[in-house]
């Protein structure tokens, strides 16, 4: 097992059992039951509550096991797999209002929010209001200060455990004027209010994650202590910016179990599906989907893995890197799951039979793509900063250490005070492509080396492009063509991705130039992979399924019967 895999993922695996076992409380039939009647699984966050997984979010200097981001990432991805609906109603919600807390708190601070955390209770980030959407600086919920005190007023929606949630980090405006410094983190210890200080509002339902405790709260002058504030006052929309870099990388990353699962459902049913005299499986076009959904998947976790390894190494990037992971990761799991729809056809959507998972999987990966920040979003932030990384990094930059590649590699701490507002130029993972180009390559990898000059020169000719952008294309008002310039970059970064971790691996399937090569072809549009690189593909993908491992980089064993029987 890599260090990239730490053994308490593969307990936490052992713990949720089998998911066909029909007895089973976390299994597939318990989460379909609790989707249908719109419940989150109450067993399930039992099973969760015994492993102690909010000692995942917690720092380990306040007493968890938040060490490594990539760590997180895997563990989570165990729930991901099992239900996404526990992946973000039990876990990333409390992850992401921790975040902050991390970020911006004083010691007594951060401490009360990990006893609350510790203790098994929940805490929620209070940002959204459904009137502004995902722009933050329009904010209009109130903390306006009362002598030493500050009371808060204003409503807060579709906030995810808002209801439940012992603690709230809330995001107010703190001053009247508009601007960068008008608006405050402030932390809520809800038991801590007057009674009937504060309102629920109904429960939003949804289309997925139906399970979800979706609320709000309406706060009417609530007094709290003016030491609750995270942070200097006015700091609020900074803190929440350098935040999302953590949890826009990380969480796209987690949700990758969720196209392991549906890949393992369409796999289930296509080899028990005869057709024309054999079983789905054998049909060439069948196979090349499954071929490129297996590719897809490698590559969305090896921009994970290298977007959560940039937090602990190159933090400074990470305004940068965040943004390419939940863009380029959100869409390729999008689409993988609905080329998956296409082969299963009318089964897709089946409430009920051994696909019924999948239409649940469907509906509840849609968040990834639009839920805490849209991918719309994330280009709006890569293009001011696309001018002076292309004159600063692309065609001359310092390039990343190989421990941003080496999954087997420690990693420094997590240090949230080095996250920036801006990445000032710097892009060690752009620049790492030169460097990896002059570096030995054996015969066996020419095709990987042809694949990589061809970066190169697009690298080059995506820096001339850019650092010619004026002004009045680095904003929202920017043209079509200049946001698809932010897509290439963000498609090159995969590429990139995909070949470091390749050249960097010990692992003998990793090692293959293989799946590197259809990542290559499928990002550029080109014919399709050559025969035998989807032969080798869909090799590994069937004997993955057959031995009950995971599809990802870790390939890791899942529990079946066969063990939870033993």
């Known amino acids: 097992m890599t260090t990239a895999v730490p053994e308490r993922a593969a307990a936490l695996d052992r713990l949720l059992g089998d998911p066909a076992d ?4 976390v299994g597939t039939r318990a989460v379909l039951d609790a989707d249908e009647r719109g419940e989150t699984p109450a067993a399930g966050e039992r099973a969760l509550d015994a492993y102690g997984l909010n000692a995942e979010f917690v720092p380990p200097g306040h007493g968890g096991r938040l060490t490594r981001a990539d760590h997180l990432v895997e563990v989570m991805r165990a729930v991901y797999r099992r239900d996404p609906v526990l992946g973000l109603g039990y876990g990333a919600a409390s992850f992401i209002a921790g975040v902050h807390v991390w970020t911006a708190g004083d010691r007594e601070q951060a401490g009360r929010v990990a006893d609350v955390l510790l203790a098994g209770h929940k805490v929620a980030v209070a940002f959204h209001e459904l009137a502004h959407g995902n722009d933050m600086s329009r904010t209009e919920f109130t903390a306006a200060p009362d002598g030493e ?37 402030v932390l809520v210890d809800r038991a801590a209010l007057p009674a009937g200080a504060i309102r629920d ?55 990758s179990g ?3 699962t549906a890949l393992r459902t369409a796999l289930d049913h296509l080899g028990a599906r005869t057709l024309y005299g054999g079983t789905a499986l054998g049909i060439p076009h069948v196979r090349s989907v499954l071929a490129g959904v297996f590719a897809d998947l490698l590559r969305a976790e090896a921009v994970g893995a290298v977007g959560t390894r940039a937090l602990h190494l190159v933090p400074e990037s990470a305004s940068v890197y965040s943004a390419a992971v939940k863009y380029t990761v959100s869409k390729l799991l999008l ?41 719309a979003a994330c280009q709006m932030s890569l293009l001011p900063q696309l001018p002076l990384l292309a004159r600063r990094s692309w065609t001359g930059g310092t390039p990343a250490p190989d421990a941003l590649f080496d999954l087997d590699a420690e990693l420094p701490a997590l240090r949230y005070d080095r996250l920036a507002l801006h990445a000032a130029g710097r892009d060690p ?17 020419r095709p990987l080396r042809a694949a990589a000059e061809a970066d190169q020169a697009e690298l080059g000719e995506l820096a001339r492009t850019c650092a010619a952008l004026p002004v009045t294309e680095w904003g929202v008002d920017a043209s079509p063509g200049t946001y698809d310039l932010a897509h290439r970059y963000g498609t090159l970064l995969t590429r990139v991705c995909c070949l470091q971790l390749q050249r960097h691996t010990t692992d ?8 590197v090569l259809a990542a290559v072809h499928r990002t ?5 992979p050559p025969g035998p690189v989807e032969d080798a593909l869909l090799g590994e993908l069937l004997r993955r399924h057959r031995d009950h491992r995971s599809f990802g980089l870790a390939a890791r064993p899942l529990p079946h019967r066969e063990e939870t029987t033993r």
Do not use: C
């Open 22 to 25: 029909q007895a089973n409380p």
């Open 149 to 185: 005190r500050l009371r808060l007023s204003g409503r807060k929606e579709v906030v995810t455990n808002i209801s439940r949630a012992r603690a709230l980090v809330v995001l107010a405006r703190t001053d009247p004027r508009p601007g960068p410094r008008s608006h405050s983190l």
């Open 201 to 255: 509002l109904p429960r939003f339902g949804t289309v997925g994650m139906r399970g979800l405790q979706l609320g709000g709260l309406e706060f009417d002058a609530v007094p709290v202590p003016g030491s609750a504030v995270l942070g200097p006052v006015g700091s609020g929309l900074e803190t929440a910016l350098k935040a999302l870099q953590i949890t826009r990388t990380t969480l796209p990353a987690m949700a």
């Open 258 to 260: 969720v196209l392991d």
């Open 335 to 375: 689409d993988a799951v609905d080329r998956l729809a296409e082969l299963l056809g009318a089964h897709f959507y089946l409430r009920e039979g051994p696909t019924a998972l999948f239409q649940k999987l469907l509906r509840d990966l849609a968040p990834v793509g639009f839920g805490h920040i849209a991918r």
């Open 429 to 445: 993972l752009a620049a790492s492509l030169a460097a990896a180009l002059d570096g030995p390559w054996d015969d066996r990898h």
């Open 508 to 515: 003998p399937f990793l090692a293959d130039p293989a799946w």
């Open 524 to 528: 550029r549009r080109e014919s399709p």
